[in-house]
């Protein structure tokens, strides 16, 4: 049966290239372009309450051409300190960016009033908050992609950067797309690609091998005096390392408006983009003469190009004759017609079905997902009133009732176990790619996996130290790997909450914040034995231990069970409080 779903994302891309075409936006940031042209470093207009950030297309080559760097050898998190930590893979690496590009970027910054004009726009105190569209031509296009980042990675809550390209360079490697997709940043990017233009394909190829003839017809762009018969094979020798180069570090990321002289449609999918930069190059009834001569013309054509495009969503587009009745069908065709591959091509109409497919399995594990999580409430209250009826019934903390193992111990064991299968789940899909990028940072995800981890790891805790026959610790040989991804989301998200400021805590926590506190009171009893027996290298564990508690108490990030008569750390801080009477005083 067809998926309304799909059937919309594949009309809507055209929707959106017509409109962003239409309303003047992307003509506008076109005109900032051209008027940036000859400037050294950048330029701020502000137009109807909107303030264009636009940098030149064709300067500092010499800064871009890096010869002896290999692909995507330009850590994003370098000593410059510029990025967000975020801008890291699933992997927890650094993103790896184009050497040449980030120069371009730190140049901007490191050398001009850059910051200190945009501070301006930026700043709450500075009233004159409006919002930014970051804009670049070719190289250009490459610093306005990393000046968004940076505003991005700011979280300025009074500002959302939106960047505008045209026959921009890829920039970043596979880590950056994963880093970009999880903070939910693609929309803030609108690449515009003309069908032929090489440079947004150019690094498809090994830089190396692109370098020298990317230098003579950058040249050839900026007016220079450069022989006919150079630019050719120059232009030849650039499409031909483009069109059989084998796999790139460098991948796409954000919305990609691929136009032609049929119209325009957008694409998001990260892979799909990158075949589409591949197939709309080439052409059955293009031959490769003609191909080499748009690649030159093109890329400096653009209001050519923007003007095609609206011209075709005034006269509306023709759509090759499809053998399917499908509006899922119709919908795949018409976008091919309009970026100019064909409704024919069977490696475009794949790319495009497998990037729907993808789109589509997306929101039906996260809809199912969103089912099984309603289900497991019920379970999350069997909890809670299990941990309510321990303090109120027995006077005692659920962490300390549990490793009793009475009847409704062991019923809570079951519901432990059900809960932990559940996220389980989603760990096991999250890591087989299974799951949207952002997943992990969607509110409702972080915050039920948060409320879970600080409600069941303590009984986790309570079942390893009970079950364990070893001397390790729960750190080292028992923590779920659950744990540690939940935790690790949830920090992610609170660099976002906190650069945009917490409410102070006005009274305790219902639940302890930091979900292993039950793991440290017994590594703690362990060190107490130790210092007994003369081991004083606990004593400085200890002492730390003994600071932290204080640290949480005193920000109210302790649950008031911990404190019960009888509890297993009220026990602890009675003996430690007699070890340091007896040996202190």
Same mark, same amino acid.
């Not at 003509?27 to 008027?35: D, H, I």
């Not at 690094?203 to 990317?214: K, M, T």
């Not at 013309?297 to 005034?314: A, G, K, T």
């Given at each position: 049966?067809?998926?309304?779903?799909?059937?919309?994302?594949?009309?809507?891309?055209?929707?959106?290239?017509?409109?962003?075409?239409?309303?003047?936006?992307?003509?506008?940031?076109?005109?900032?372009?051209?008027?940036?042209?000859?400037?050294?470093?950048?330029?701020?207009?502000?137009? &109807?309450?909107?303030?264009? !950030?636009?940098?030149?297309?064709?300067?500092?080559?010499?800064?871009?051409?890096?010869?002896?760097?290999?692909?995507?050898?330009?850590?994003?998190?370098?000593?410059?300190?510029?990025?967000? *930590?975020?801008?890291?893979?699933?992997?927890?690496?650094?993103?790896?960016?184009?050497?040449?590009?980030?120069?371009?970027?730190?140049?901007?910054?490191?050398?001009?009033?850059?910051?200190?004009?945009?501070?301006?726009?930026?700043? @709450?105190?500075?009233?004159?908050?409006?919002?930014?569209?970051? !804009?670049?031509?070719?190289?250009?296009?490459?610093?306005?992609?990393?000046?968004?980042?940076?505003?991005?990675?700011?979280?300025?809550?009074?500002?959302?950067?939106?960047?505008?390209?045209?026959?921009?360079?890829?920039?970043?490697?596979?880590?950056?797309?994963?880093?970009?997709?999880?903070?939910?940043? *693609?929309?803030?990017?609108?690449?515009?690609?003309?069908?032929?233009?090489?440079?947004?394909?150019?690094?498809?190829?090994?830089?190396?091998?692109?370098?020298?003839?990317?230098?003579?017809?950058?040249?050839?762009?900026?007016?220079? #005096?450069?022989?006919?018969?150079?630019?050719?094979?120059?232009?030849?020798?650039?499409?031909?390392? =483009?069109?059989?180069?084998?796999?790139?570090?460098?991948?796409?990321?954000?919305?990609?408006?691929?136009?032609?002289?049929?119209?325009?449609?957008?694409?998001?999918?990260?892979?799909?983009?990158?075949?589409?930069?591949?197939?709309?190059?080439?052409?059955?009834?293009?031959?490769?003469?003609?191909?080499?001569?748009?690649?030159?013309?093109?890329?400096?054509?653009?209001?050519?190009?923007?003007?095609?495009?609206?011209?075709?969503?005034?006269?509306?587009?023709?759509?090759?004759?499809?053998?399917?009745?499908?509006?899922?069908?119709?919908?795949?065709?018409?976008?091919?017609?309009?970026?100019?591959?064909?409704?024919?091509?069977?490696?475009?109409?794949?790319?495009?079905?497998?990037?729907?497919?993808?789109?589509?399995?997306?929101?039906?594990?996260?809809?199912?997902?969103?089912?099984?999580?309603?289900?497991?409430?019920?379970?999350?209250?069997?909890?809670?009133?299990?941990?309510?009826?321990?303090?109120? +019934?027995?006077?005692?903390?659920?962490?300390?009732?549990?490793?009793?193992?009475?009847?409704?111990?062991?019923?809570? #064991?079951?519901?432990?176990?059900?809960?932990?299968?559940?996220?389980?789940?989603?760990?096991?899909?999250?890591?087989?790619?299974?799951?949207?990028?952002?997943?992990?940072?969607?509110?409702?995800?972080?915050?039920?996996?948060?409320?879970?981890?600080?409600?069941?790891?303590?009984?986790?805790? @309570?079942?390893?130290?009970?079950?364990?026959?070893?001397?390790?610790?729960?750190?080292?040989?028992?923590?779920?790997?659950?744990?540690?991804?939940?935790?690790?989301?949830?920090?992610?998200?609170?660099?976002?909450?906190?650069?945009?400021?917490?409410?102070?805590?006005?009274?305790?926590?219902?639940?302890? &914040?930091?979900?292993?506190?039950?793991?440290? =009171? +017994?590594?703690?009893?362990?060190?107490?034995?130790?210092?007994?027996?003369?081991?004083?290298?606990?004593?400085?564990?200890?002492?730390?231990?003994?600071?932290?508690?204080?640290?949480?108490?005193?920000?109210?990030?302790?649950?008031?069970?911990?404190?019960?008569?009888?509890?297993?750390?009220?026990?602890?801080?009675?003996?430690?409080?007699?070890?340091?009477?007896?040996?202190?005083?």
């Amino acid at each position: 049966m067809e998926s309304d779903s799909l059937t919309s994302r594949f009309t809507i891309g055209q929707e959106i290239a017509t409109f962003l075409v239409s309303c003047g936006l992307v003509p506008k940031a076109w005109e900032e372009s051209l008027r940036a042209s000859n400037v050294e470093s950048f330029t701020v207009n502000e137009y &109807e309450d909107v303030a264009y !950030v636009t940098f030149p297309s064709f300067q500092r080559l010499e800064d871009f051409i890096v010869d002896d760097s290999k692909c995507g050898e330009g850590n994003i998190q370098t000593d410059h300190g510029f990025f967000s *930590g975020c801008l890291n893979g699933n992997d927890e690496k650094p993103a790896l960016i184009h050497p040449g590009a980030l120069t371009l970027f730190l140049h901007i910054m490191e050398k001009t009033d850059f910051q200190a004009k945009l501070q301006i726009y930026t700043d @709450a105190k500075q009233r004159k908050l409006k919002p930014i569209i970051f !804009v670049g031509h070719s190289l250009g296009g490459a610093v306005a992609t990393l000046a968004t980042l940076w505003v991005l990675g700011k979280r300025l809550r009074q500002s959302s950067p939106f960047c505008i390209t045209f026959g921009c360079p890829l920039v970043g490697d596979e880590r950056l797309v994963e880093a970009v997709g999880r903070e939910n940043w *693609g929309g803030n990017f609108c690449h515009v690609v003309s069908k032929h233009d090489i440079v947004p394909r150019m690094l498809l190829a090994p830089f190396e091998s692109i370098a020298n003839p990317f230098t003579t017809v950058f040249g050839y762009w900026q007016g220079k #005096n450069v022989p006919d018969s150079l630019i050719q094979d120059a232009s030849r020798t650039l499409l031909n390392h =483009v069109l059989v180069s084998p796999s790139s570090p460098y991948k796409p990321f954000g919305t990609y408006m691929f136009c032609s002289s049929n119209g325009a449609a957008c694409i998001e999918n990260a892979q799909t983009v990158l075949e589409m930069l591949h197939l709309t190059m080439q052409s059955q009834h293009t031959s490769f003469d003609e191909i080499v001569q748009a690649c030159l013309l093109e890329h400096i054509r653009y209001d050519s190009v923007l003007e095609e495009v609206r011209q075709n969503s005034i006269r509306g587009i023709r759509i090759a004759k499809s053998n399917s009745e499908s509006s899922y069908e119709m919908g795949i065709s018409s976008q091919l017609e309009a970026i100019g591959v064909g409704a024919q091509n069977d490696r475009a109409q794949l790319a495009l079905r497998k990037a729907g497919e993808i789109e589509n399995n997306y929101n039906e594990n996260v809809e199912t997902l969103a089912i099984k999580l309603s289900v497991r409430q019920s379970s999350m209250a069997e909890l809670e009133w299990y941990k309510e009826r321990c303090e109120k +019934e027995d006077g005692s903390t659920y962490y300390d009732s549990f490793k009793k193992q009475d009847m409704k111990d062991i019923h809570a #064991n079951l519901v432990r176990v059900k809960l932990a299968e559940f996220w389980d789940e989603i760990m096991e899909m999250w890591e087989g790619h299974e799951l949207p990028s952002d997943f992990k940072s969607q509110n409702k995800w972080i915050n039920a996996g948060n409320t879970y981890r600080k409600l069941v790891e303590p009984l986790d805790i @309570a079942h390893y130290y009970l079950t364990t026959k070893t001397n390790k610790s729960y750190f080292s040989d028992g923590r779920p790997n659950r744990h540690k991804v939940l935790q690790e989301w949830m920090e992610a998200k609170e660099k976002t909450r906190s650069s945009r400021g917490q409410r102070t805590r006005r009274k305790p926590a219902s639940l302890t &914040e930091d979900s292993c506190f039950w793991a440290y =009171v +017994e590594e703690a009893w362990k060190d107490l034995e130790n210092l007994k027996q003369g081991q004083h290298q606990s004593l400085q564990s200890l002492e730390q231990f003994e600071k932290y508690v204080t640290t949480m108490n005193n920000a109210l990030k302790i649950a008031p069970d911990v404190f019960l008569n009888g509890s297993n750390y009220m026990m602890w801080s009675e003996e430690w409080e007699k070890y340091k009477r007896d040996h202190f005083l």
